[in-house]
DNA sequence: CATGAATGAGCATTCATTCAT
DNA sequence: AATGAATGAATGCTCATTCAT
C-alpha cells in the first residue's frame, strides 16, 4: 500500500513532467499555462474512457478481481482491443494513479495559492484531499491507496516520485502550523495520521447523506476534521 | 474495505458464537466464562499454523495473489491437504478475520475494565488498537481492514456482526467523552477518523525504529493521537 | 520440410510461369529472353525490401516467431500496409521460396552452360548451390528448407513445380556420372544424400572464417565435398 | 539449429548424468549397470506418453504449431493437467530432446564397443545415426535438428553439452580412418557433411518402400552412404 | 488425515487481418 | 498507398478444487 517507509529521493521541484513524457508520452503536462493543473487524458477519447471504467472497476472489485474483459465489456470494446491502448493491466493501473496524483497535486496547489492564513492553509488542504477522495477523482484515489502493491516495484517508484511533490505541500504546511503553535502532534506524526483519517472517508462518507443516519457535507466534514485538530472553524 | 455503510442488524448480543459454532465447528467462543477472552485456535495445530501463515501471506502479497500452493509450501504440506482445514481459501480469509476480531475485541474489554477515568479510557482504546495493529496480530488486523472486499457478502455480513461488538466499546467511549466536552467533533465523525488514523500506522509505523528518522514506540504513537485529539498525556 | 517423396506431377517445363503470373501479378518470369535469370522484385521497391527482410526474419526467428509487426517495423511501414502488398502472411513466405528457386535456378543453368566436363559439371551444381545456401540467398534458401511447413499445401505444389526443374539439373548430371563410373552411390539417392550434406551447410560454414577454428572459404568447401565423394579437385 | 559453430565447453566426460539428474530430477541414468543404455521415462507413463506425442506433433507441425490443447488432447488428458508434469511447454521440447539424445549416445557407444576395425566403426555409426533418425526415435530425432531455434538459450546451452559427447564418437572415429588414409576429405568438415545428408533422409526415406520407386532398407541405405564416402560395402 | 495427479474454467496477452479515414 | 484503431479467436499458463489412493 502506497507506503511511507521507504527512502525516496528528493522530488525534483519542476521537471519532473519532462521525465514523465518520456515515460507516458501520450500524458502531458502544461508547464507554462497560467493555471497549475496537469492536461489529462480526454476523458471522451478511448484512452479516458478506459481509465474512467479502469478507477471504477478497480475500486469496486480491486485490482486483481477485475479481468481486462471486464474492462473491454464496461468500455464496450474487444478485449483485444485494450493492449491497442496500454501494454500491460498493469499499465492502466499506473496510468490512473499517475493522472489522479497529477490532478489533485494542481488542485491542491491551486488552493493554496488562495489561502491567506495558517489555519486557512491547513483547511484548503483538508478540504482538498476530502474532495479528491470522495469527489470526482474519488474510485482513482482509493485505488491509488488501496491498489498500491499491485503496482510494479518500477511503477511504484515512477508513482512514488509524484507523491513526494504533493505530501510536500502537506509537510510544509504542517511545519508551519507547528512553528506557530497551532498543533502539537510532530508534523510527520500528523500527516501520516490525517492520511489514514481522510482517505479512511471514502468507506464510510456519503456526500448526499443517502442512507446516512444524518446529513454531513463535506464542508461539515473539513469542520469535523478542524475541530478534531483542535483547530478553529470558521 | 470493512465498510460502514451498510445497514447492518443492530448486534445480537450474545448469540453471535452460536451461528459461529456452526459454521465453524473447531473455533468457539465461551461468552459465559470468567475471563472474556475468546478461545482461539491453537497456534501449534495444523490449522493454527495455517491461519498464522495466511495472515503472513495474505498481508504481504494480498489475498488474491496468494495461492493455495503458497500458503500450503509455507506451512509445509500438500496443496490438497488444505482443504482437510477449510472447505475454501475464502473461509480462511475468513477465519483469520474471525479469529482477530474476536480476540482484540476481548483484549479490549479487559482493557476497559483496568480504566478508572474517561481519558483513561480512551487512552486504552487507542492503545489497544494501534497494538492489535502493529503488534502480533498486526498481519491479521492488516488483512481485516484491506482484505474485505475479498469475502463473499455472507461473509461480510457474519463479520460485521462481531464488529459491531467491538465497535460499540468504542462509541460508547467516544460519546462520555463527548458528553464530559472533552471533545469537540461528532463521536460517530470521530470513531471513523480515528479507525483510519490508527489503521493507517500499519503502513508507516516502524516500532523498532528501524530505518525510520525518529524512534518511536507505541507509548509515543499513543501519546501522539492523544495531542493531536487534544486530550491530555501523562 | 521441403519434402520429397510425393507424388508430384511431372514439371509442365513452360507453362508455370502463366500460373505464378495469375496468382502474383508483380513477379514474372521471362524464359524466352537470352538470359535464363528470373526477373526478380527490384529490391529497392517496397516489396523487395518487404523480401529482404522477411528472409531475413524468417531465418533469424523462424515464420511462426516472426510478426507481421516485426516485419512491418524491419521495413519502416505500419503492420497495416504489409497487406497492400501480400494478401496473408503466407503470401510473403510463399514469395520469398519462389524468388529464391527461381533466382538460384537460373543461376545454376547459365553455370552448367559454361562447364566442359562431367566433373566440371558437378563441380558447378555444388559451387553454385553452396552459393545459394551460403551467400547473398542464403537466409531466403535456408527459409526455404527449413520453413517448408509452414506453407499450405496450396502453396506447397506449387513451389514443387518450380523446385523439380531445379533438380532436374541435378539428376541429369548424377545420372551422366553414374554413367560414367565416376560415381558409385545410386543418382537418385546420392541427390538427396547431398542435398542434406549441402543445405546443412547453413548451421555451420562461415565464409569470413569468423571465429572458426580453421578457415575455409567457398573453394575449399566445395573441395572438401568434392573430395568426400572421390571425385578429382583442380 | 542444432548450431555448431559456438564456443561449447569440454564436455565433462563422466558426471554429466550426476548435473542431469539435478536439473531433471524425473529422468536419471543407471551409470552402474552394465549396459550403458540410460534410463528413459517409462513410456507407459503419463509423462512419457506425453513425451511421445509432443515428438509426433513437433515432428508434424512444428514447435510452435503445436498448442498444448493439441498436445493434451493427443495424450487424452485436460490442457490444465500438462502443466503438472511440465513446468512450460518449450521444457517438453528440452524433455524430447534431452531423452533423445541420452538414449541414442547410448546405443552408439553399444554399437562401437562391438565394432572391429575402423571400416566396422564407421559403418556402425552411419547404421545407428541413421536408425535414430528413421526407426523408432525419428520423430524425435527430427525435432532435435529441426526444433532448436525455439529452445531458450539456457536449454540449447544444457543439451549442447549431451550433443558433445554424442560428436566425440563421431569424431574420434573419423579421425583414426583419415589417420589411416581411408578418407580424404577433413574430419571436422567430413562430420558435418555427414550430418546434413543422414539428417535430411527423415524428409525423404521409408524403411518400407512405401510408394518409393525402388524399396530401399536400412542395409541398403548405410550401404550407399559408404559408396558415397568410398567406403567398402561387405 | 495426507497425498498429488487431474480438472476445467478462467486469465492476460498475442497477432493476422480488416477497414474507415 | 498508407495508416492505425479495432477485432476476435487463439495461446500458454494459472489455480482453486476434487478425489482415488
Chains 1, 2, 3, 4 share one sequence.
Not at 480526454?42 to 480491486?62: M, T
Request: contains cysteine; glycine residues 6%.
Amino acid at each position: 500500500m502506497y507506503c511511507y517507509d521507504r527512502a525516496v529521493p528528493q522530488a525534483r521541484p519542476a521537471r519532473f513532467s519532462v521525465t514523465l513524457r518520456i515515460q507516458e508520452p501520450t500524458l502531458s503536462t502544461r508547464p507554462n499555462a497560467s493555471t497549475h493543473y496537469s492536461e489529462l487524458t480526454d476523458p471522451q477519447s478511448a484512452r479516458g474512457r478506459l481509465l474512467r471504467q479502469a478507477a471504477h472497476l478497480f475500486r469496486e472489485k480491486g485490482y486483481e478481481r477485475t479481468t481486462v474483459r471486464d474492462l473491454a465489456a464496461a468500455v464496450g470494446i474487444q478485449s483485444g482491443s485494450i493492449f491497442h491502448h496500454f501494454q500491460t493491466k498493469e499499465a492502466i493501473l499506473r496510468a490512473v494513479m499517475v493522472e489522479t496524483i497529477l490532478y489533485n497535486t494542481s488542485r491542491m496547489e491551486a488552493a493554496l495559492v488562495k489561502a491567506e492564513s495558517d489555519t486557512d492553509r491547513i483547511r484548503a488542504l483538508i478540504r482538498c484531499e476530502l474532495e479528491a477522495i470522495n469527489g470526482e477523482t474519488g474510485e482513482a484515489m482509493a485505488v491509488l491507496v488501496y491498489e498500491w502493491r499491485s503496482l510494479t516495484p518500477e511503477s511504484q517508484a515512477e508513482i512514488l516520485v509524484l507523491r513526494d511533490r504533493y505530501e510536500k505541500l502537506w509537510l510544509e504546511t504542517l511545519e508551519r502550523l507547528s512553528g506557530a503553535g497551532l498543533v502539537k502532534a510532530d508534523p510527520f506524526v500528523l500527516r501520516r495520521l490525517l492520511t489514514g483519517a481522510l482517505s479512511w472517508t471514502v468507506t464510510w462518507f456519503k456526500p448526499e447523506g443517502k442512507g446516512q443516519r444524518r446529513s454531513l457535507d463535506l464542508d461539515d466534514l473539513t469542520a469535523q476534521v478542524m475541530l478534531t485538530l483542535g483547530l478553529p472553524v470558521p
